[in-house]
């Protein structure tokens, strides 16, 4: 977190600029996972976040003013919670499980629908690209090659890279790597899907944390636990605590580092994997 900070201070153009880029990503990955978690509760029968106008994917409507805050100068932040009454379900249990998924499940579909965008792009981009051998590669010259050991590789003019390694840090790429290749609106265009796909990533991985007041702790109780809906205030008092002791470390962002690089680098196998299938590299 305060590396975060230490960096908007050196760099506050950069940073207002990153944050222009990622801001309609995340906005947009919030108000789906609360509009999730609103509408499921409303087909299960609960019409209170319809009543109080959070079946929406209006921000505002999302968007608490200390989160959002805490989101824009410190890296991350939360949304007002959306109201649920459980007394209004039909099958109580059940249908809290159902509404605590929904917020996940938005999630992913966003994140795979992201994937998909990005792949396609860098899909696209590598067919431009001319195949020559190593032998033939010339300074300058971006292009697609075959290493000595088998593995296919873009040359970027200057250095080579592993498809497969591209495809791990597809995200990634915006930036430094694609920026010279296809020029400064597209590198631009490219990053907001970027932090778009690495947004969504995020808040899945995060919420499905088992603790309180947070989704992974209503999906571990429903199914194993089978306690209280809702934790006691003592326990979420206790839960929060522990969450932004985790957060001032960096254990918090180094755990879920770790778990979103893993994520990364299998969907890239993946998307590596039918990129060779299809011929497109």
Known sequence: MFDYVNTFLEHPREMLLFLAMALPGRLLAISAHEFGHAWVAYRCGDPTAKQMGRLTLNPL????PI???MMLFLGFGWAKPVP????NFRHPRRDDLKVSLAGVAMNAILFLTGCLGMYAWLAGFFGSLESVPMARLRDGVAAITTYTDGSVCLFDGEYLYTIRDLMRNAPYLGGGFLEPLQGKAASVV???LGYFVQTN???FVFNLIPMPPLDGYHVVND???KQDLFAGRKAMQICTAIMFALMLTGVLSKGMG???DWVFSRVGDVANAAFAALGLV
């Open 67 to 69: 989160g959002a805050l």
């Open 190 to 192: 490219y990053q907001m």
């Open 223 to 225: 199914l194993l636990l």
């Open 61 to 64: 409507k999302h968007l608490d």
């Open 258 to 260: 770790i778990a979103i």
């Open 84 to 87: 649920v009454n459980p007394g």
């Open 201 to 203: 990533l995020a808040l």
